[in-house]
């Protein structure tokens, strides 16, 4: 079992960055793939960035955040992060990160634990 709780969100005007983390509980953390996802009002849940347990395998970002968005992940911390940059009101949704044992997964199905997640709302 694993527990995942969000932070960092918040309120920025358009072009700032923010940070958010998800730190998971457990000792196994590095043996999971983790991921971030978000929903904005009236829409589907879709896939911003996962990062593998697995050495050697590069993380993958959605097209839309490609260049602005950068995961990352500190396993003596159990915490995996994401870093938002050149924000944009489009970006405005609920963040959640997520786990799972499979190698690398980018859609919500694959993914076998969530956090509540973090608000993020971008001003124009």
């Known amino acids: 079992q694993v527990q995942l709780v969000e932070s960092g969100g918040g309120l920025v005007q358009a072009g700032g960055s923010l940070r958010l983390s998800c730190a998971a509980s457990?000792?196994?953390?590095?043996?999971?793939?983790m991921g971030w996802f978000r929903q904005a009002p009236g829409k589907e849940r879709e896939f911003v960035a996962a990062?593998?347990?697995?050495?050697?395998?590069?993380?993958v970002h959605a097209y839309s955040v490609k260049g602005r968005f950068t995961i990352s992940r500190d396993n003596h911390k159990n915490t995996v992060y994401l870093q938002m940059n050149s924000l944009k009101p489009e970006d405005t949704a609920i963040y959640y990160c997520a786990a799972t044992p499979r190698i690398l997964p980018v859609t919500t199905g694959n993914y076998d634990y969530w956090g509540q997640g973090t608000q993020v709302t971008v001003s124009s």
């Open positions: 457990g000792r196994t953390f590095s043996t999971y793939a």
């Open positions: 990062i593998s347990w697995k050495l050697g395998v590069n993380p």
